[in-house]
């Protein structure tokens, strides 16, 4: 279950409905999925090919296509992120940049863990969201934030897209992150 720490105050937030209401307030759309759906063998595999990353889509397909129908989502795909992934730390550099982006950037958390920094209104400022396998969120466009992996460096997630192309990042410099 995702988790919430404000930075400027280290207070945590914890339980999913406490979770869903903080990130409502701060326009961050955030669900959960059934994360035993995912069979087995993969539950802890985070070196996947093409057929695994199919199951992977397969198996959340009335989940995506839901979710996809609400919000606008067109495309969607798998990612895997570990130390076994060629470049991983390049990789990291690359997202641990604060950016926006001109569409929402969404990750249904299938196995793993990872983090979202994200900055809230002016009160709360940034504030981190822990996620975990079934935790499904949504950073709204033009929100400033940054995803990054937890310390286990492990995670599977579903991507979706509203254009063919992805999301670009912008990165922006933001002297009140800390």
Known sequence: MAEIRIRSTNERISGEENVRAFLDKQEVLY????????????QNKFV????????VLSTYDSEIRDLAARRGYQIWDVITLSDATPNIEDLLKKFEQIHTH??????????????FIIKGDEQTGY????????????????????????????????????????????NIEDPSFA
């Open 31 to 42: 669900e959960h999925w059934d994360a035993a759906k995912l069979p087995a063998e993969l």
């Open 48 to 55: 996947l090919n093409d057929e695994e990353k199919a199951t």
């Open 102 to 115: 001109t569409e929402d950037e969404i990750r249904g958390i299938v196995s793993g863990r990872g983090i």
């Open 127 to 170: 504030f981190d969201v822990e996620l975990e396998a079934g935790d499904v969120i949504s950073v709204p466009e033009n929100k400033a934030h940054f995803f990054t992996l937890m310390d286990n460096r492990e995670i599977i997630a579903v991507r979706l897209f509203i254009e063919k192309d992805g999301w670009v990042a912008n």
